[in-house]
Structure formats: structure tokens, C-alpha cells
């Protein structure tokens, strides 16, 4: 799930039930310092402070807007931690130590 733009109240249930939806595993990417931190709007009472107050967050990309290249760099980042956890998983099935 890419999380990006401002997060008010209103809307977080239904970020929420679409979290809750989605089958394992779950990621989830913060595009952008709206999602991250609620950007130039953190202050004001409707708006979320961050996406990662609710739901837990696997990449954060910065920026304001975020470079595409900053998205691909998220998009690496995930799949390293994705191939990260396969190999543990794997090795701790085996039995095998590191």
C-alpha cells in the first residue's frame, strides 16, 4: 500500500478497513512529508501528524512533492527488506545458523 498526501480524520477509517483488507504480508510505503509527517498541515486539528501513528510503516520516501527517484529508492529499499525477512524465514526453517 503507497500512502501519500495529507491523512485527515475523516478519511482514516477508511485507510484503515483498506489496511485491513489487503492479505498478508502487508507493506506499506509513506510517499512524501504529508504521509510522513503531516507536511505543512501537521498543525491543524483535522490532519493526521503521519501515516505511521495507525498503521505501520515499512519505507518512508521524503520530499515535498517526493522525486520520482526518491520513489524508486523506496521501491528498493522495500524489496531488500522484503528479501531480507524470505531469507531469514528460510533459514530459520532449516534450522541453519548464521
Known amino acids: 500500500m503507497i500512502v501519500a498526501g495529507t491523512i485527515t480524520y475523516k478519511m482514516l477509517p477508511v485507510v484503515k478497513r483498506l489496511y485491513g483488507m489487503m492479505p498478508e504480508p502487508k507493506w506499506v510505503i509513506s510517499l512524501g512529508s504529508c504521509a510522513n509527517s503531516g507536511g505543512p498541515f501537521r498543525k491543524s486539528y ?3 501528524p ?49
Not at 54 to 67: A, E, T
Not at 75 to 91: D, G, S, T, Y
Request: proline share 10%; aromatic share 6%; hydrophobic share 40%.
Open 50 to 98: 503521519g501515516i505511521d501513528k495507525v498503521l505501520p510503516v515499512d519505507v518512508y520516501v521524503p520530499g515535498c512533492p517526493p522525486r520520482p527517484e526518491a520513489l524508486m529508492n523506496g521501491v528498493v529499499k522495500l524489496q531488500e527488506k522484503i528479501m531480507n525477512e524470505a531469507k531469514r524465514a528460510f533459514r530459520s526453517a532449516w534450522g541453519i545458523k548464521d
Open 46 to 48: 483535522n490532519v493526521l
